[in-house]
């Protein structure tokens, strides 16, 4: 008999997700019912989420689904970040003419696809999660669908994402095809030797599992969907997909393909590498904050590469840490990004800062802050981070991944530094609008608290984390 | 044996032929032909291997939907007269070495990874899979669909309900001053405000402008 209560969260989302249509469809004008109804229906998921997570191991559905530690607290992850995401765009949503009932839908699909992922344990559910996923994306992307830049964005999206879903495919056809089983867990106990086979399917599914969280080489989509998509569209973009596509990660290289790490370290390492200095480098000429952000999160997942490369427990809990922290960096950097409105219209180029200190003091405080973190200077969140990494990798006797990683983050800090100058010390501009709704203000507020105290008690979330063991 | 190997032969030539020439032939509308008879032979290879309900879902949602799908949207573009120009022109044709370079060393690595398949026979027997040859495809898909593979049935319905409202988003606008049929308003219609009775002097007519 399955127990239906371990997979209430699913059920639930699936159920809202309809209902909310039906809502849509029958009452007239009920955008923002419906809005408000979804960050509720959030809320309620993640207490349910909650309610499970003192389960320390189960499985459903024939052992192809997963709840354990891991799972629930990426999903909890998933949903906080779902909430702010949710709290910060609205008014966003409403001055760009987008604020339609299909747009919280979407989400809620897309964060349905991510839990889906989150929690597989098979490849077969894995893959119907990423395509749910991934579905929705596509179409939030050209959401704007009037802006030329919008609709190409999700077209761009949608080609190479469906040439990596290909790839993935293969991948996992070759792997059931030499091991006998879609099922992690007994794949991992089919593997006796070194198979050719095997490694060519782990490669095929890392090259679609790197394009979802875009790491260099399969990066090219980012800064052209950051940029196009909608600004709403592209916080969602930048946060919750790395969150499932990490889980995954873990998931995969970790459970079954344990025994084969000499096979897919290098590739890993390589990765990382890449997106390290690349996301470094690239970053530098941007005139564009979003397209600035993309670069930069490449960068970033280079680091959350670097621990997974570890094959240790350490390895993968300082991945999750660092990508904790990134997605509380993030969502304060579009926080920021948001409140550059001028008589309704949103401004996103680097030269829009230039003096934001004289008229706005405590914006650019806060960005400040932000920055700094991004960049790892001590004592903020995002040092920590990095920090973690470092620490996990060296242990490791890495020592080339660190020198790589410690010179990139030099290589950042520049243009982050860029940022700030220009914010204090350019020519100041005219002011811009200060009526922002409180949601996003307090998204703002408790990022920007959450960077600057964790060093007071970096416990609070070492020690969830710390019962995050995989191997 | 041999008529097995032959028409498997056949089929298979067939269908990596027709995959090539999807690619190179010039005319869209002849690609897309050659898509169908792709599929169509790839069908039959299903059928031979005794996958009879894999290669008739095929048939029909691959051939009888999608790929006619794919013919409307060439017909209606009008694509048809752009052409294929990536295999001659000089300028734009700088991608194809490289393309090609990398290909081959996909297709030889290939090539070792089922050559090593072959020479292990052992492996195939370790896909442990009790499939009794009693039932037909279309029964033993029914016993696992909705009990072991239920989750994913929902899942892959709901991510059908994702693209219909996607499609629907992208595609569909309001447009002002449309007169819609209002079927409450048709059918609670009464008698006393439809119909007028009227009493119409002789030669005189009536006027029905109400």
Same mark, same amino acid.
């Given at each position: 008999m399955i127990d239906f209560n371990l997979i209430l969260p699913e059920i639930f989302i699936s159920l809202t997700l309809m209902f909310l249509l039906i809502v849509g469809v029958f009452k007239k004008n009920s955008s923002s019912l419906i809005y408000n109804l979804t960050i509720l229906s959030l809320l309620v998921l993640l207490a349910l989420v909650l309610n499970l997570s003192h389960i320390e191991e189960a499985f459903i559905f024939n052992q192809s689904y997963k709840i354990d530690n891991l799972s629930n607290f990426m999903k909890i992850l998933t949903l906080i970040s779902a909430i702010f995401v949710m709290l910060t765009s609205s008014k966003y949503l409403k001055l760009i003419k987008i604020f339609k009932i299909e747009y919280p839908v979407l989400i809620l699909s897309s964060i349905l696809g991510m839990i889906v992922m989150i929690s597989s344990n098979d490849l077969i559910v894995f893959y119907m999660g990423l395509e749910l996923q991934s579905l929705a994306l596509y179409v939030l992307a050209s959401f704007n669908r009037d802006n030329l830049l919008s609709t190409e964005s999700g077209l761009k999206y949608f080609v190479l994402s469906a040439l990596s879903s290909g790839l993935l495919l293969y991948g996992c056809s070759l792997i059931y095809g030499f091991s006998g089983s879609t099922n992690f867990d007994e794949i991992s106990l089919s593997i006796s030797n070194v198979q050719y086979g095997l490694t060519f399917g782990i490669v095929f599914i890392l090259v679609g599992l790197a394009f979802k969280i875009s790491a260099v080489p399969f990066h090219m989509w980012a800064p052209d969907v950051y940029e196009g998509s909608p600004t709403s569209v592209t916080i969602f973009f930048a946060i919750l997909p790395k969150i499932a596509a990490l889980t995954v990660f873990i998931r995969f290289l970790y459970v079954p393909f344990i025994n084969m790490i000499d096979q897919w370290q290098m590739i890993i390492i390589f990765l990382s590498i890449a997106s390290m200095i690349f996301g470094a480098v690239a970053a530098i000429g941007q005139k564009n904050l979003k397209r600035l952000v993309a670069y930069s999160s490449i960068g970033h997942m280079g680091y959350v590469l670097a621990g997974l490369t570890t094959g240790t427990n350490e390895g993968i809990q300082s991945s999750i840490i660092y990508l904790s922290i990134y997605l509380v960096m993030n969502l304060a950097l579009f926080s920021c990004i948001f409140m550059l409105r001028r008589n309704e219209n949103y401004f996103e180029n680097i %030269? %829009? /800062?230039?003096?934001?200190s004289k008229n706005h003091p405590v914006l650019s405080f806060s960005m400040l802050i932000i920055l700094f973190s991004l960049a790892g200077? &001590? &004592? /903020?969140?995002g040092f920590f981070a990095k920090f973690y990494i470092f620490k996990a990798v060296i242990e490791q006797s890495m020592y080339f991944l660190a020198i790589v990683g410690l010179l990139s983050t030099v290589i950042a800090a520049f243009y982050y530094l860029r940022i700030i100058k220009i914010i204090y010390f350019d020519p100041e501009k005219e002011k811009y609008d200060t009526d922002h709704s409180i949601g996003l203000k307090l998204s703002l507020l408790l990022s920007t608290i959450f960077i600057l105290i964790y060093f007071i008690y970096p416990n609070g979330i070492n020690d969830l984390v710390s019962k995050i063991n995989i191997i | 044996m041999i008529v097995h190997a032959i028409f498997f032969y056949t089929f298979s030539l067939i269908a990596v032929v027709s995959a090539i020439m999807v690619t190179v032939s010039k005319n869209t509308v002849h690609s897309v032909f050659f898509l169908i008879l792709d599929f169509i032979s790839i069908s039959c290879l299903f059928i031979m291997i005794g996958a009879e309900f894999l290669g008739m879902i095929m048939l029909i949602v691959? $051939?009888?939907?999608v790929a006619v799908l794919f013919l409307f949207v060439v017909m209606m573009l009008? $694509? $048809? *007269? *752009?052409?294929?120009t990536s295999f001659e022109s000089d300028s734009d044709g700088k991608h194809i070495p490289i393309g090609l370079l990398i290909s081959l060393i996909i297709f030889f690595e290939l090539i070792i990874v089922i050559g090593g398949w072959k020479y292990k026979p052992d492996l195939l027997n370790s896909i442990s899979l009790n499939i009794s040859s009693e039932l037909t495809n279309t029964h033993s898909l029914g016993y696992v669909l909705y009990t072991d593979y239920i989750h994913l049935f929902q899942l892959s319905g709901i991510i059908l309900l994702v693209a219909m409202v996607g499609a629907i988003v992208l595609t569909f606008r309001k447009r002002s001053g449309l007169k819609r049929q209002s079927y409450f308003k048709q059918i609670s219609r009464e008698k006393v405000e439809g119909v007028d009775l009227v009493t119409v002097d002789s030669k005189k007519g009536v006027n029905i402008d109400v």
């Open positions: %030269d %829009d /800062l230039s003096g934001l200077i &001590p &004592p /903020l969140a | 691959y $051939v009888g939907a009008n $694509v $048809v *007269q *752009q052409k294929n």
